[in-house]
């Protein structure tokens, strides 16, 4: 496993992250879960990422209960927050990011998460207040790190200028050969400003594996079939024409010896 330094903070991540939005959540069983856990760790991946929202907490609980044995200097832990947790509960407001991160903490059973994320831009909440908020939880301890998800380009510009608050060490956008929107303002942005890419959704949900033919059904066991998961696929994926653009990938990959998802993501 090779690891790099994420943005310009001290944390040294190994290049594949272990996320867990749809399988900790209970889309996959508990005992299968642990085990890739287990796996990913032992192929030395360190980078956890999760979300207060995957499973309404559900992904945090799970992962405190199957990392309270790891000893916490073993991996970097991140997690997000913005979605409705609750009819009143939402957003990046001062209350908001206090109260979230400690119910996160106290389901993931640490102390404080390395990298906390704006998991969307909260065009409710004045920026200050939401920059002011995240300074506080970093200088409590709480949070070493800061980052976000999929906010606009001048927002995080907007960031940039607020004197006296913390500054965001990682983006964590949606990136893969089938979405590239981000090459347009969002990494050139951060390229400049020293700020790391944590892509999500880097396979496509699978479709860059090349396990899903043209003019087939998805097979049971794969994510579009599933009854859990499937409802959050993104349709247009499976459309014939991205499809066979995928195959045509096959014998690429094959070339330089690699698998596809190993080329998809190199």
């Given at each position: 496993m090779k690891y790099r330094r994420l943005g310009e903070s001290d944390l040294l991540v190994s290049e594949i992250a272990?996320?867990?939005w749809l399988t900790y959540s209970g889309g996959v069983d508990a005992a299968t879960s642990r085990a890739c856990i287990r796996k990913a760790l032992s192929l030395g991946i360190n980078f956890i990422d999760t979300a207060n929202v995957y499973g309404r907490g559900a992904a945090e609980t799970f992962l405190g209960e199957t990392l309270a044995q790891?000893?916490?200097?073993?991996?970097?832990?991140?997690?997000?927050?913005?979605?409705?947790?609750?009819?009143?509960?939402?957003?990046l407001s001062r209350a908001q990011i206090h109260k979230?991160?400690?119910a996160s903490l106290a389901r993931l059973r640490?102390?404080?998460v390395?990298?906390?994320q704006c998991h969307r831009f909260d065009v409710e909440t004045p920026l200050d207040e939401t920059m002011q908020a995240l300074t506080e939880v970093v200088n409590a301890?709480?949070?070493r790190f800061v980052g976000f998800s999929e906010w606009p380009a001048e927002a995080v510009r907007a960031a940039f200028e607020i004197p006296g608050t913390v500054r965001f060490v990682s983006s964590q956008p949606q990136y893969s050969l089938l979405w590239r929107k981000p090459e347009a303002e969002i990494i050139p942005l951060c390229e400049a400003e020293g700020i790391s890419q944590i892509a999500w959704s880097p396979l496509a949900q699978g479709v860059l594996t090349g396990k899903y033919e043209p003019g087939q059904a998805p097979a049971a066991g794969m994510r579009a079939a599933s009854p859990k998961m499937g409802a959050f696929f993104r349709e247009a994926w499976l459309e014939r024409q991205t499809l066979e653009a995928v195959q045509r990938l096959k014998p690429l990959a094959a070339a330089t010896g690699l698998t596809m998802a190993q080329f998809a993501l190199a």
């Open positions: 272990l996320g867990s790891v000893p916490r200097d073993q991996y970097i832990l991140a997690t997000k927050l913005y979605f409705a947790m609750s009819d009143t509960d939402r957003g979230q991160l400690n640490t102390d404080y390395d990298l906390y301890g709480k949070a």
